[in-house]
């Protein structure tokens, strides 16, 4: 297994850009589902999801704070322009 010693600063922090954008995306699916939840179900069933989905966005919450303290304020990395590739007018490797 590799060490973190042996990543690049620059991978390490497109790294985080990815932890960080992933654990957005996944708050903010949940957050979807509580809404839902609200909605549609009936008071138990109602309260015991909403429960458990406060209890996933607390946690990825909390790994979000925590992997966003090693962020670099200067390190400027767009997942959405660099995964886009070629085929929207990119360059082959950004």
Known sequence: MKTKA??????FQKLLALVLNDLAIRRTMLENRE??????LSSL??????EQ???QIQQLQR???HYREFCN????FDGQKY???PSMGLPKFP
């Open 83 to 85: 995964y886009q590739g």
């Open 6 to 11: 042996m990543m690049s600063d620059p991978d």
């Open 45 to 50: 069933e109602r309260d015991a999801e909403l």
């Open 63 to 65: 790994d979000y704070n």
């Open 35 to 40: 809404q839902e939840v609200n909605q549609q």
């Open 53 to 55: 989905l406060d209890d």
């Open 73 to 76: 304020p200067n390190f400027n």
